[in-house]
């Protein structure tokens, strides 16, 4: 299957609320395009879309708590490389302890569907921490906060969001 990009300005019905508002505040060029929503999930969509793995990135929703305060934050790295949850999330964060946050927790927070969680349109007040990895690539597919589609946008993009902090995340 073919993707066919377009402005996401232009086809705002094909992203969760909350990233349709934050495309339109962004207008920095970024592009979505519909997908089988059976293949939201990173693997499958790149074997089906030939995408490569080091062109997509993923977004992955911590919990962070310390002292009975919980603080949600996102991390954005390659679908080739893993987020250091217990290391350099948890000591940035700082926070005792961090964890994936619980998919219906994250779903509920994010207004966004599990599997098309982006950090374009998060709340305002969650640090996004961006991979040196992903900032530095031209152009990365992410979610678009619906399983029925994918954006393309540059690296320079998501580390200019606001709340957006570039880290070496990855392992």
């Given at each position: ?42 693997a ?23 002292g ?21 999330v ?53 979610g ?20 957006a ?7």
């Amino acid at each position: 299957m073919t993707l066919h990009w377009t402005p996401a300005t232009e086809r705002t019905d094909l992203l969760a609320e909350p990233v349709a508002r934050a495309v339109t505040a962004l207008d920095t060029g970024v592009e979505v395009a519909g997908i089988d929503p059976e293949l939201a999930d990173t693997a499958a969509f790149c074997e089906r879309y030939g995408v490569a793995l080091d062109e997509s990135a993923n977004c992955v929703v911590v919990a962070a708590k310390r002292g009975g305060e919980t603080r949600y934050a996102a991390c954005m790295v390659l679908a080739t490389m893993r987020v250091d949850v217990n290391g350099v999330v948890r000591s940035h964060l700082d926070a005792r302890k961090a964890s994936f946050a619980p998919m219906a927790q994250a779903v509920e927070l994010t207004g966004m569907e599990y599997g098309g969680i982006t950090p374009i349109g998060l709340p305002a007040d969650w640090p996004v921490l961006v991979d040196t990895h992903v900032a530095g690539h031209s152009r990365v597919v992410i979610g678009s906060g619906v399983r029925r589609s994918k954006l393309a946008v540059s690296g320079a993009t998501l580390a200019g969001l606001k709340g957006a902090e570039v880290l070496a995340l990855a392992t």
